[in-house]
């Protein structure tokens, strides 16, 4: 899958598109979801150009996954999500349910997220 410069998540990055903002670095953009589904619901998006967590995994530098792992860690503990816990989800293309073709990790938190996968 190539990417495409017109998703969502890309325009946020060049802020065309306004987002409620809760960590940004050279490498990491995270944000509030638009629509949550948690009392936390965070979004972390790399600031380069991969479509999903396979492609990051495989194509990024070793900075970029680590400030992406490290942002995860951070939010979470000035969100005060470690103690409770929290959950992190990647969907991913067709079968993963993934909407936005920029690759993002959706951390929720604040309450029992509930069962893993819908019956
Ligand atoms: P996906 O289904 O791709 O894993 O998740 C995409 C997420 O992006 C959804 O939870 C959706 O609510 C969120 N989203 C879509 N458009 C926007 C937007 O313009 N701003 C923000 N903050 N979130 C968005």
Same mark, same amino acid.
């Given at each position: @899958? /190539? +990417?495409? #410069? ?7 990055? =060049?802020?065309?598109? !306004?987002? #409620?903002?809760?960590? =940004?670095?050279? +490498?990491?953009?995270?944000?509030? #979801?638009?629509?949550?589904?948690? !009392?936390?619901? %965070?979004?972390?998006?790399? &600031?380069?150009?991969?479509? /999903?967590? #396979?492609?990051?995994? =495989? ?6 996954? $680590?400030?992406? +792992? ?18 992190? %989800?990647?969907? &991913? =293309? ?8 920029? +690759?993002? @990790?959706?951390?929720?938190?604040? $309450?029992?997220?509930?069962? @893993?996968? /819908?019956?």
């Amino acid at each position: @899958m /190539s +990417y495409d #410069d017109n998703n969502i998540f890309a325009k946020i990055l =060049r802020g065309e598109i !306004p987002c #409620d903002e809760v960590y =940004r670095n050279e +490498y990491v953009l995270a944000f509030n #979801d638009i629509a949550p589904q948690a !009392p936390h619901h %965070i979004l972390v998006i790399p &600031t380069g150009k991969y479509v /999903s967590i #396979d492609d990051f995994g =495989r194509n990024a530098s070793a900075e970029e996954l $680590q400030a992406f +792992y490290k942002a995860i860690d951070e939010i979470v503990e000035e969100k005060g999500l470690k103690e409770k816990g929290f959950r992190c %989800i990647a969907n &991913t =293309r067709e079968h993963g349910g993934q909407e936005v073709p920029h +690759y993002h @990790m959706h951390i929720l938190g604040g $309450q029992p997220i509930g069962p @893993m996968v /819908s019956k």
